[in-house]
């Protein structure tokens, strides 16, 4: 089994910045997709990032030039840097896990932390 754990959340003023932290856990050795999503109220979750194994990465457009994802492929630890934070960034941030290869075997599932709340005002 693998377990998903956010960290970093928190308070910021408008244009600050602040650095989430999601490490997985559960004898992995390598994991295909690390990433992030976020869900404000009444709204749909939808992507902040993602990074694959390959290195690539992949932004929501709403990000774009403003967050950085980043992995830690030895720790199976991902890290979003999000810069000028603005109102609208408001959310619960989860991290997702893609597929991961472990002592066990191979898990293809979609795997979710609990959530970490970034709250931006204004």
């Known amino acids: 089994q693998v377990q998903v754990v956010e960290s970093g959340g928190g308070l910021v003023q408008a244009g600050g910045s602040l650095r989430l932290s999601c490490a997985a856990s559960?004898?992995?050795?390598?994991?295909?997709?690390m990433g992030w999503y976020r869900q404000a109220p009444g709204k749909q979750r939808e992507l902040v990032a993602s990074?694959?194994?390959?290195?690539?990465?992949n932004y929501g457009d709403s990000v774009k030039g403003r967050f950085t994802i980043s992995r830690d492929y030895a720790k199976n630890t991902v890290y979003l840097q999000m810069n000028t934070l603005k109102p609208e960034d408001t959310a619960v941030y989860y991290c997702?896990?893609?597929?991961?290869?472990?002592?066990?075997?191979?898990?293809?599932?979609?795997?979710w932390g609990r959530g970490t709340q970034v709250t931006v005002s204004s």
């Open positions: 997702n896990v893609k597929g991961a290869y472990t002592r066990n075997g191979y898990f293809g599932n979609d795997y």
């Open positions: 990074a694959n194994s390959g290195g690539s990465t």
């Open positions: 559960g004898s992995i050795f390598s994991i295909n997709i």
